[in-house]
């Protein structure tokens, strides 16, 4: 006799926490009605508020290569202030990178 358990509550995650990685899982459980969480629902500026507690540039770099979403948040001024001037000035022949 087959009894319903609750994976969530088995398992301290979700059936969709557990797929990830595995994209059959995973479009099984969304053609099931599994609920994606994702952090492209959340507002731009509470992305961005997060990203202020980046320490370095180099973080701030490696957000802007996640996604497209990412790359245009990463520019928002108010994640550079605390570095100085929002102008880089790179002379020619030098490639632009973050260190």
């Given amino acids: 006799m087959a009894t ?3 994976t ?4 301290g995650e979700s059936p969709l926490e557990l ?3 595995n994209p059959t ?3 099984m459980l ?3 009605g599994a609920q994606v969480k994702t952090l ?3 507002p731009d ?3 961005v508020h997060i ?3 980046l320490p370095t540039k180099k973080d701030i770099f490696s957000i802007s290569l996640v996604c497209k979403a990412f790359h245009g948040l990463s520019e928002d001024d108010l994640l550079w202030k605390k570095f100085g001037s929002p102008t880089w000035i790179v002379a020619a022949g030098y490639p632009l990178y973050c260190s």
Avoid: D, P, Q, W
């Fill in 30 to 32: 969304r053609s099931r």
């Fill in 25 to 27: 899982i995973t479009k």
């Fill in 8 to 11: 969530e509550t088995a398992l």
């Fill in 45 to 47: 500026e509470l992305l």
């Fill in 40 to 42: 492209s629902v959340m």
């Fill in 51 to 53: 990203f202020s507690y």
């Fill in 19 to 21: 797929a990830k990685g």
């Fill in 4 to 6: 319903n358990v609750n």
